[in-house]
């Protein structure tokens, strides 16, 4: 494979977001389309109809394969691609994927995974392309891996092979509190804004909550009460203390429970972009964790390329910290 | 005082409903009025308006003394009744009411309660006036007591004062999630049934919260997943078990918290009335607690008498379980 020359279209098609990369043979990333036509978008105009407009917009020949991971793969989506169930080997995944029919284009798409727990029921669709990029590098051995996100995800990975893993509410829990609840009158418009991951607020939330993961419930009304005390408070009154102070409790609740186990330090790959990757790489290290941190743009894309033509997957920057 | 003859207007105005109830010398309501005019109808209508239109309903005279507690005393209110602090008695409560001025009504509004800890910061208004009703019956020592409801309050009295409070967002949060939320999917139109507290779906999920408060994140999507699983999880499938799971799942996180300090078995007592007293009567024995059980409406009524004539507060039927 020739690098310059596309060879992939790899798409990430999750509920409310689709996002594709033109690939060339060494994984990198030569154009990029996205927008927001999501699940809803493909079953009301059409899933080939939004994913050739996208194709269209990067000139990108009709030949040319197309891997898709992410909710299209859903019972909703465009062809249901069945869960992998656990303990389930990456490289099982990559053998399963869906080719979908009646299309002159080639797609496949990729299936999830699930854990079938009376206990413990849980499900993912998109971060098992992350994790095949993640071990298609990696020695064989144990590897902890946490996804943040809208359903965070923290995996227990050991040769290839994913045993556990755990999905936490926590992004969603963000944004319909500072919308919907009576914390919105706390967080005003500071919700959407980004925290500071160096803010003494978010920082000494995330402690409070390494100290007593299970006092959520009380520490969520205490951000409102704080508010209403606010001026003899001092520095916890206003909005964008306030949102520190949520994203503290809730990002620090998640890091608690998830390494409550490992023995210390414990060495975490944090698979993030952006303000979540900094604001978890802050909570993991105030944890006491050795942490690795991968692009998830970039894991998405060589997981997709790995998937496409097996193999290594190049190309994922690695920071460690 | 005549029995028969009303002596108190009592009215618990709060966020979103308005209660009056026409009082006897002996605590009896001989009438009610209730509506939604909250907080905002209050402030759009005049508060004066709101409650003179429920004063004329039950053809109250315009004499007749008011008593009123919840949030038509906050910052946002009729007449600001600033709060009394931690550590307080409950006698000092009954005896800082503001009386409402530029009225030919006679209108007086309870204060509510403040923490002002910086570690955890809590505020009540109207759930004091609950207190009042209780330790005005009780001997002198030490009470542990659960409000629940949209901000639920667990409070430690002793000798007639108030020593501690902590509210948990648990009603709040079960309607969030069943409204706005991934979750709204699995528990369909459930989210506004009644939730059968012998349900072993809620059984279930309150052991398993007791056994792990500091999961709540990964257990609220759990019951997203398994409604995916549906079909392969038997039982855990269906609207109404999605929605006895999330009840169980939060009320036995709140239950497990306040609790976990207590010697067994706890004695506590519980304000509630309706569905509300049915699940917690439930989850505080399933926890292995002594239960009594004060109806929740009557304490606000008991609690409204003991402020405006101070004295014992007569008739709270007491349920030991």
Not at 72 to 99: K, M, N
Request: overall charge negative.
């Amino acid at each position: 494979m020739t690098a310059g020359t596309p060879v992939l279209a790899a798409v990430d098609w999750g509920t409310s977001r689709f996002r594709l990369w033109l690939l060339d043979g060494e994984g990198r990333a030569l154009a990029q389309s996205q927008g927001p036509e999501g699940l809803d978008a493909g079953r009301n105009l059409g899933f080939e109809a939004v994913l050739r407009d996208h194709l269209a917009r990067l000139s990108v020949p009709e030949a040319l394969p197309v891997v898709i991971c992410g909710m299209a793969g859903s019972h909703e989506g465009w062809v249901e691609a069945p869960y992998v169930q656990l303990p389930a080997s990456l490289d099982a995944i990559a053998g399963t994927v869906v080719a979908v029919p009646g299309t002159a284009l080639d797609v496949r798409i990729v299936p999830g995974l699930a854990k079938r727990s009376e206990a413990a029921p849980d499900v993912m669709r998109g971060e098992e392309t992350q994790l095949i990029a993640l071990t298609a590098e990696e020695p064989a051995g144990r590897m902890r891996v946490c996804l943040p996100g809208t359903h965070s995800k923290w995996v227990e990975l050991r040769d290839r092979r994913v045993e556990d893993f755990t999905s936490y509410l926590t992004g969603e829990l963000y944004a319909l509190l500072g919308a919907h609840s009576i914390l919105r009158h706390s967080l005003a418009g500071a919700a959407d804004a980004q925290v500071d991951p160096e803010d003494p607020v978010f920082l000494d939330a995330l402690h409070r909550a390494f100290a007593g993961p299970e006092l959520l419930l009380a520490g969520l009304f205490s951000i409102r009460a704080a508010g209403l005390l606010g001026g003899l408070l001092g520095g916890l009154a206003g909005a964008e203390a306030a949102a520190a102070r949520l994203s503290g409790l809730l990002i620090g609740t998640e890091v608690a429970v998830a390494l409550r186990d490992e023995a210390a330090p414990a060495a975490v790959t944090l698979v993030a972009s952006g303000g979540m990757a900094r604001l978890y790489g802050a909570a993991l290290q105030a944890a006491g964790a050795v942490v690795t941190t991968v692009d998830a743009d970039r894991a998405v894309c060589a997981g997709l390329m790995a998937i496409a033509f097996g193999g290594r997957a190049g190309g994922l920057a690695r920071r460690q910290a």
